[in-house]
């Protein structure tokens, strides 16, 4: 009767090992399962990179107004007739603030003797 057990059970886990460890089986089920959710995820990125390059493309394609918004921030291009103007939020130390006139303004005074 034992021995009976013994085999029995020995059919048992060799029945259950292509069902754990198979090709098909759970394991490997459960780790394509990870790598399929994983694969939508990238895809579900690229589609929507892919819908706003589709309307860049489309809006380039329709009218100047794109082309003329590249030309100005990424060239740098000007229309004939504009000035360029740039404001510096921090200047350097050491730097005198410059007016309209294109001349050094005047500095206030930086400490209380100086005023």
Do not use: C
């Not at 399962?33 to 390059?53: F, K, P, S």
């Not at 329709?62 to 990424?74: L, V």
């Not at 603030?97 to 005074?109: F, K």
Request: aromatic residues 6%.
């Amino acid at each position: 009767m034992r021995l009976l057990t013994l085999i029995i059970a020995l059919l048992l886990v060799l029945i259950q090992y292509p069902l754990w460890l198979g090709k098909g089986g759970w394991l490997r089920t459960w780790e394509l399962e990870r790598h399929l959710e994983a694969q939508r995820q990238t895809n579900d990125e690229l589609r929507t990179r892919n819908v706003a390059l589709d309307a860049e493309v489309r809006d380039l394609k329709s009218g100047t107004a794109a082309i003329e918004e590249r030309a100005r921030y990424e060239l740098g291009m000007l229309k004939q007739g504009e000035a360029f103007v740039q404001i510096v939020d921090n200047p350097p130390a050491g730097t005198a603030p410059v007016n309209a006139a294109g001349q050094a303004a005047p500095r206030a005074p930086s400490t209380p003797a100086d005023r």
